[in-house]
Protein backbone atom coordinates (compact mmCIF):
# COMPACT_ATOMS: atom_id res chain seq x y z
CA UNK A 1 0.00 0.00 0.00
CA UNK A 2 1.12 3.38 -0.84
CA UNK A 3 0.91 6.89 1.16
CA UNK A 4 0.57 10.05 0.31
CA UNK A 5 0.19 13.49 2.64
CA UNK A 6 -3.01 14.94 2.60
CA UNK A 7 -2.81 18.25 0.84
CA UNK A 8 -0.39 20.40 1.99
CA UNK A 9 -0.54 18.91 5.09
CA UNK A 10 1.63 16.30 7.65
CA UNK A 11 -1.58 14.21 7.49
CA UNK A 12 -0.18 10.70 5.87
CA UNK A 13 -2.64 8.12 4.60
CA UNK A 14 -3.21 5.23 2.01
CA UNK A 15 -4.06 5.42 -1.14
CA UNK A 16 -7.11 3.18 -0.18
CA UNK A 17 -9.18 3.88 2.53
CA UNK A 18 -12.40 2.27 3.78
CA UNK A 19 -15.94 3.93 3.83
CA UNK A 20 -17.91 2.31 6.53
CA UNK A 21 -21.30 3.57 5.35
CA UNK A 22 -22.38 -0.05 5.67
CA UNK A 23 -21.83 -0.25 8.94
CA UNK A 24 -25.24 -0.69 10.89
CA UNK A 25 -27.42 0.47 7.95
CA UNK A 26 -31.05 1.14 7.93
CA UNK A 27 -33.41 3.19 6.32
CA UNK A 28 -33.99 3.63 2.66
CA UNK A 29 -30.28 4.74 1.43
CA UNK A 30 -27.89 3.31 4.37
CA UNK A 31 -29.95 0.20 4.42
CA UNK A 32 -29.32 -0.58 0.93
CA UNK A 33 -25.98 -0.05 0.97
CA UNK A 34 -25.37 -2.64 3.58
CA UNK A 35 -25.81 -3.39 7.61
CA UNK A 36 -22.92 -4.77 8.76
CA UNK A 37 -22.76 -5.48 12.17
CA UNK A 38 -20.03 -5.39 15.03
CA UNK A 39 -18.46 -8.81 14.43
CA UNK A 40 -17.99 -8.53 10.49
CA UNK A 41 -16.99 -5.19 10.51
CA UNK A 42 -14.08 -6.33 12.96
CA UNK A 43 -12.90 -8.81 10.32
CA UNK A 44 -13.17 -6.02 7.27
CA UNK A 45 -11.25 -4.15 9.78
CA UNK A 46 -8.80 -6.85 10.15
CA UNK A 47 -8.45 -7.05 6.41
CA UNK A 48 -7.93 -3.81 5.61
CA UNK A 49 -5.01 -3.18 8.43
CA UNK A 50 -3.60 -6.56 6.92
CA UNK A 51 -3.13 -4.62 3.55
CA UNK A 52 -2.30 -1.49 4.81
CA UNK A 53 -5.76 0.37 4.62
CA UNK A 54 -5.63 2.11 8.46
CA UNK A 55 -8.04 4.78 7.22
CA UNK A 56 -11.59 4.59 7.81
CA UNK A 57 -13.94 7.19 6.73
CA UNK A 58 -17.62 7.41 8.11
CA UNK A 59 -20.74 10.52 9.23
CA UNK A 60 -23.00 10.83 11.96
CA UNK A 61 -25.77 11.19 9.25
CA UNK A 62 -24.89 7.83 8.36
CA UNK A 63 -27.33 5.60 9.96
CA UNK A 64 -28.28 8.25 12.63
CA UNK A 65 -25.23 7.28 13.70
CA UNK A 66 -24.92 4.07 14.10
CA UNK A 67 -22.07 3.74 11.28
CA UNK A 68 -19.72 5.46 14.23
CA UNK A 69 -21.03 3.30 16.66
CA UNK A 70 -20.45 -0.05 15.06
CA UNK A 71 -16.90 1.35 13.74
CA UNK A 72 -16.11 2.43 17.25
CA UNK A 73 -17.16 -1.41 18.34
CA UNK A 74 -14.67 -2.84 15.29
CA UNK A 75 -11.51 -0.95 16.19
CA UNK A 76 -11.50 -1.61 19.96
CA UNK A 77 -8.17 -1.99 21.61
CA UNK A 78 -6.04 -0.75 18.88
CA UNK A 79 -7.26 2.73 18.53
CA UNK A 80 -3.37 4.21 18.01
CA UNK A 81 -3.31 0.94 14.81
CA UNK A 82 -5.99 3.57 12.71
CA UNK A 83 -7.18 6.72 11.46
CA UNK A 84 -10.83 8.10 11.91
CA UNK A 85 -12.31 10.31 9.47
CA UNK A 86 -15.90 11.31 10.55
CA UNK A 87 -18.59 14.17 9.21
CA UNK A 88 -20.63 16.07 10.48
CA UNK A 89 -23.23 19.35 9.34
CA UNK A 90 -26.47 17.69 7.41
CA UNK A 91 -29.83 17.35 9.29
CA UNK A 92 -29.88 14.20 12.26
CA UNK A 93 -32.92 15.66 13.47
CA UNK A 94 -35.61 18.25 13.37
CA UNK A 95 -34.69 20.35 15.89
CA UNK A 96 -32.95 23.90 15.31
CA UNK A 97 -29.30 22.23 16.86
CA UNK A 98 -29.31 19.39 14.93
CA UNK A 99 -27.98 20.35 11.34
CA UNK A 100 -25.80 23.39 10.05
CA UNK A 101 -22.43 23.79 11.56
CA UNK A 102 -22.97 26.53 14.52
CA UNK A 103 -20.58 26.63 17.54
CA UNK A 104 -23.46 25.24 19.45
CA UNK A 105 -23.84 22.33 16.92
CA UNK A 106 -20.20 21.68 16.23
CA UNK A 107 -18.87 21.31 19.90
CA UNK A 108 -21.96 19.20 20.15
CA UNK A 109 -22.08 17.02 17.49
CA UNK A 110 -18.07 16.31 18.14
CA UNK A 111 -18.21 15.20 21.33
CA UNK A 112 -21.30 12.94 20.27
CA UNK A 113 -19.20 11.46 17.78
CA UNK A 114 -16.75 10.86 19.85
CA UNK A 115 -18.83 9.19 22.25
CA UNK A 116 -20.03 6.99 19.49
CA UNK A 117 -16.78 5.85 18.41
CA UNK A 118 -15.18 5.19 21.95
CA UNK A 119 -12.25 7.60 21.42
CA UNK A 120 -11.12 10.75 22.60
CA UNK A 121 -9.92 12.17 19.53
CA UNK A 122 -10.84 12.84 15.94
CA UNK A 123 -8.07 12.35 13.06
CA UNK A 124 -9.89 14.53 10.66
CA UNK A 125 -13.09 15.95 11.15
CA UNK A 126 -14.69 17.19 7.88
CA UNK A 127 -17.82 19.66 7.34
CA UNK A 128 -20.27 17.39 5.02
CA UNK A 129 -21.59 20.61 3.28
CA UNK A 130 -21.46 24.52 3.83
CA UNK A 131 -23.98 25.76 5.91
CA UNK A 132 -24.88 29.03 4.61
CA UNK A 133 -26.14 30.53 7.58
CA UNK A 134 -23.32 30.44 9.82
CA UNK A 135 -20.80 32.86 9.48
CA UNK A 136 -17.54 31.47 8.48
CA UNK A 137 -15.07 33.31 11.24
CA UNK A 138 -17.51 31.62 13.46
CA UNK A 139 -17.14 28.19 11.96
CA UNK A 140 -13.31 27.96 12.19
CA UNK A 141 -12.92 29.82 15.53
CA UNK A 142 -15.08 27.09 16.94
CA UNK A 143 -12.90 24.34 15.06
CA UNK A 144 -9.82 25.95 16.09
CA UNK A 145 -10.73 25.45 19.98
CA UNK A 146 -11.68 21.78 19.03
CA UNK A 147 -8.29 21.13 17.32
CA UNK A 148 -6.56 22.92 20.41
CA UNK A 149 -8.30 20.55 23.25
CA UNK A 150 -6.92 17.85 21.53
CA UNK A 151 -10.29 16.34 20.09
CA UNK A 152 -9.90 17.50 16.57
CA UNK A 153 -6.38 16.82 14.50
CA UNK A 154 -7.17 18.06 11.00
CA UNK A 155 -9.68 19.36 9.76
CA UNK A 156 -11.53 18.86 6.05
CA UNK A 157 -14.77 19.87 3.81
CA UNK A 158 -17.19 17.85 2.17
CA UNK A 159 -19.49 18.86 -1.32
CA UNK A 160 -18.32 22.30 -1.14
CA UNK A 161 -18.50 24.12 -3.97
CA UNK A 162 -15.05 26.68 -5.03
CA UNK A 163 -15.89 29.89 -3.59
CA UNK A 164 -17.01 28.32 -0.44
CA UNK A 165 -14.06 26.62 0.22
CA UNK A 166 -11.48 29.51 -1.34
CA UNK A 167 -13.73 32.20 1.56
CA UNK A 168 -13.10 29.99 3.72
CA UNK A 169 -9.41 29.21 3.30
CA UNK A 170 -8.78 32.67 2.81
CA UNK A 171 -10.59 33.62 6.67
CA UNK A 172 -8.49 30.81 8.17
CA UNK A 173 -5.17 32.73 6.72
CA UNK A 174 -5.98 35.97 7.63
CA UNK A 175 -6.90 34.85 11.28
CA UNK A 176 -4.50 32.38 11.65
CA UNK A 177 -7.18 29.75 12.11
CA UNK A 178 -6.83 25.61 11.27
CA UNK A 179 -6.93 25.30 7.49
CA UNK A 180 -9.00 22.65 5.65
CA UNK A 181 -6.37 20.18 4.20
CA UNK A 182 -8.92 17.77 2.70
CA UNK A 183 -12.04 17.71 0.32
CA UNK A 184 -13.87 14.58 0.29
CA UNK A 185 -15.97 14.87 -3.45
CA UNK A 186 -17.78 12.58 -6.11
CA UNK A 187 -14.95 12.21 -8.54
CA UNK A 188 -15.21 8.75 -11.09
CA UNK A 189 -14.80 8.11 -14.47
CA UNK A 190 -18.60 8.63 -14.83
CA UNK A 191 -18.70 11.86 -13.21
CA UNK A 192 -15.71 14.60 -13.91
CA UNK A 193 -17.27 17.77 -12.73
CA UNK A 194 -14.73 17.63 -9.91
CA UNK A 195 -11.15 18.87 -12.36
CA UNK A 196 -13.15 21.99 -13.89
CA UNK A 197 -12.76 24.26 -10.85
CA UNK A 198 -12.18 22.08 -7.33
CA UNK A 199 -9.08 20.38 -8.70
CA UNK A 200 -7.26 23.25 -9.72
CA UNK A 201 -8.03 25.05 -6.52
CA UNK A 202 -7.22 21.98 -4.59
CA UNK A 203 -3.94 21.93 -6.18
CA UNK A 204 -2.94 25.61 -5.90
CA UNK A 205 -4.35 25.60 -2.15
CA UNK A 206 -2.98 22.78 -0.94
CA UNK A 207 -6.23 20.95 -0.43
CA UNK A 208 -6.03 17.12 -1.05
CA UNK A 209 -8.96 15.25 -2.43
CA UNK A 210 -10.58 11.93 -0.68
CA UNK A 211 -12.63 10.28 -3.12
CA UNK A 212 -16.49 9.12 -2.56
CA UNK A 213 -18.05 7.44 -4.42
CA UNK A 214 -15.02 5.87 -7.03
CA UNK A 215 -17.59 3.06 -9.05
CA UNK A 216 -20.08 6.20 -10.19
CA UNK A 217 -22.83 5.01 -6.76
CA UNK A 218 -22.46 1.48 -8.27
CA UNK A 219 -22.74 2.28 -11.93
CA UNK A 220 -18.95 0.53 -12.61
CA UNK A 221 -19.12 -2.64 -11.18
CA UNK A 222 -18.89 -4.11 -14.06
CA UNK A 223 -22.39 -5.60 -13.84
CA UNK A 224 -23.83 -2.87 -15.76
CA UNK A 225 -23.89 -3.20 -19.26
CA UNK A 226 -25.80 -1.65 -22.52
CA UNK A 227 -29.26 -3.16 -23.43
CA UNK A 228 -29.25 -5.12 -20.10
CA UNK A 229 -31.90 -4.00 -17.45
CA UNK A 230 -30.15 -3.67 -13.97
CA UNK A 231 -29.12 -6.67 -11.94
CA UNK A 232 -31.65 -7.62 -9.23
CA UNK A 233 -29.01 -7.22 -6.47
CA UNK A 234 -28.39 -3.90 -7.73
CA UNK A 235 -28.64 -1.30 -4.97
CA UNK A 236 -29.10 1.41 -7.81
CA UNK A 237 -33.09 0.21 -7.88
CA UNK A 238 -33.13 1.77 -4.27
CA UNK A 239 -30.65 4.65 -4.49
CA UNK A 240 -30.26 6.00 -7.89
CA UNK A 241 -32.27 8.96 -6.85
CA UNK A 242 -29.57 9.86 -3.94
CA UNK A 243 -26.47 9.58 -6.31
CA UNK A 244 -25.17 11.81 -8.70
CA UNK A 245 -26.58 11.62 -11.92
CA UNK A 246 -25.09 9.64 -14.54
CA UNK A 247 -25.84 9.91 -18.84
CA UNK A 248 -26.37 6.23 -19.59
CA UNK A 249 -25.09 6.57 -22.87
CA UNK A 250 -21.66 8.02 -21.56
CA UNK A 251 -21.79 5.11 -18.96
CA UNK A 252 -22.19 2.63 -21.49
CA UNK A 253 -19.33 3.77 -23.78
CA UNK A 254 -16.37 3.88 -20.80
CA UNK A 255 -17.78 0.63 -19.69
CA UNK A 256 -17.02 -0.72 -23.10
CA UNK A 257 -13.51 0.63 -22.93
CA UNK A 258 -13.02 -0.83 -19.62
CA UNK A 259 -13.91 -3.73 -20.54
CA UNK A 260 -11.20 -3.56 -23.09
CA UNK A 261 -8.56 -2.99 -20.81
CA UNK A 262 -9.81 -5.64 -18.18
CA UNK A 263 -9.20 -8.28 -21.06
CA UNK A 264 -5.95 -6.46 -21.88
CA UNK A 265 -4.80 -6.83 -18.03
CA UNK A 266 -6.50 -9.46 -16.27
CA UNK A 267 -7.99 -6.86 -13.71
CA UNK A 268 -11.16 -6.66 -13.13
CA UNK A 269 -13.75 -3.34 -14.05
CA UNK A 270 -14.01 -1.79 -10.98
CA UNK A 271 -10.22 -2.36 -10.59
CA UNK A 272 -9.09 -0.18 -13.26
CA UNK A 273 -11.45 2.45 -12.34
CA UNK A 274 -10.19 3.00 -9.01
CA UNK A 275 -6.27 2.92 -10.41
CA UNK A 276 -7.35 5.57 -12.90
CA UNK A 277 -8.59 7.54 -9.88
CA UNK A 278 -5.33 6.99 -7.92
CA UNK A 279 -3.17 8.87 -10.87
CA UNK A 280 -5.22 11.82 -11.20
CA UNK A 281 -4.15 15.56 -9.77
CA UNK A 282 -4.64 16.18 -5.88
CA UNK A 283 -6.25 12.57 -5.25
CA UNK A 284 -4.82 11.72 -1.44
CA UNK A 285 -7.08 8.51 -0.69
CA UNK A 286 -9.86 7.05 -2.59
CA UNK A 287 -12.66 5.83 -0.50
CA UNK A 288 -13.81 2.01 -1.18
CA UNK A 289 -16.84 0.14 0.08
CA UNK A 290 -17.60 -2.75 0.89
CA UNK A 291 -20.61 -5.18 1.83
CA UNK A 292 -18.55 -8.46 2.46
CA UNK A 293 -15.14 -10.01 2.60
CA UNK A 294 -15.24 -10.67 -0.92
CA UNK A 295 -16.24 -7.33 -2.32
CA UNK A 296 -13.48 -5.65 0.08
CA UNK A 297 -10.76 -8.02 -1.38
CA UNK A 298 -11.57 -7.34 -5.03
CA UNK A 299 -11.20 -3.65 -4.28
CA UNK A 300 -7.61 -4.19 -2.49
CA UNK A 301 -6.63 -5.40 -6.16
CA UNK A 302 -6.68 -1.86 -7.66
CA UNK A 303 -3.19 -0.95 -5.99
CA UNK A 304 0.17 -2.38 -6.55
CA UNK A 305 -0.20 -2.61 -10.66
CA UNK A 306 -0.02 0.57 -13.69
CA UNK A 307 -2.04 1.31 -16.05
CA UNK A 308 0.12 1.93 -19.56
CA UNK A 309 -0.24 5.40 -20.48
CA UNK A 310 -2.24 4.12 -23.86
CA UNK A 311 -4.84 2.81 -21.68
CA UNK A 312 -4.93 6.01 -19.55
CA UNK A 313 -5.27 8.21 -23.00
CA UNK A 314 -8.03 5.86 -23.91
CA UNK A 315 -10.20 6.09 -19.83
CA UNK A 316 -9.44 10.11 -20.49
CA UNK A 317 -10.97 10.21 -24.30
CA UNK A 318 -14.14 7.70 -23.40
CA UNK A 319 -15.17 10.10 -20.10
CA UNK A 320 -14.46 13.46 -21.39
CA UNK A 321 -17.05 15.97 -21.13
CA UNK A 322 -17.03 19.32 -22.30
CA UNK A 323 -16.92 21.51 -19.88
CA UNK A 324 -19.57 24.13 -18.63
CA UNK A 325 -18.92 27.88 -18.98
CA UNK A 326 -16.72 29.73 -17.94
CA UNK A 327 -14.34 26.68 -18.20
CA UNK A 328 -14.97 25.07 -21.44
CA UNK A 329 -12.61 28.59 -23.34
CA UNK A 330 -9.54 27.19 -21.27
CA UNK A 331 -10.06 23.83 -22.77
CA UNK A 332 -10.80 24.77 -26.25
CA UNK A 333 -9.46 28.23 -27.39
CA UNK A 334 -5.17 28.58 -26.96
CA UNK A 335 -5.08 31.85 -25.39
CA UNK A 336 -7.21 30.81 -22.46
CA UNK A 337 -5.29 27.30 -22.28
CA UNK A 338 -1.93 29.37 -22.08
CA UNK A 339 -2.61 31.16 -19.66
CA UNK A 340 -3.82 28.61 -17.88
CA UNK A 341 -1.92 25.11 -18.66
CA UNK A 342 -3.44 21.73 -17.89
CA UNK A 343 -2.70 20.49 -14.51
CA UNK A 344 -0.43 17.45 -14.60
Given at each position: MDYRNVGASGLRVPVLSFGA???GGSGPLFGAWGNTEADEARRLVDICLEAGVNLFDTADVYSA???EEVLGQ?????RDAVLI????ALPIGEGPQDWGTSRARLIR?????LSRLGTDYIDLLQLHAFDASTPVGEVLSTLDGLVASGKIRYVGVSNFAGWELMKSLAAAERHGYPRYVAHQVYY?????DYEWELMPLGADQGVGALVWSPLAWGRLTGKIRRGQPLPRESRLHETAQYGPPVDDEKLFDIVDVLDAIATETGKTVPQIAINWLLGRPTVSSVIIGARNEEQLRQNLGAVGWSLSKEQIEKLDAVSAVTAPYPYFPYRRQEGFARLNPPIV
Open positions: GTFGASAIRGRSTKTATEAASLAGR
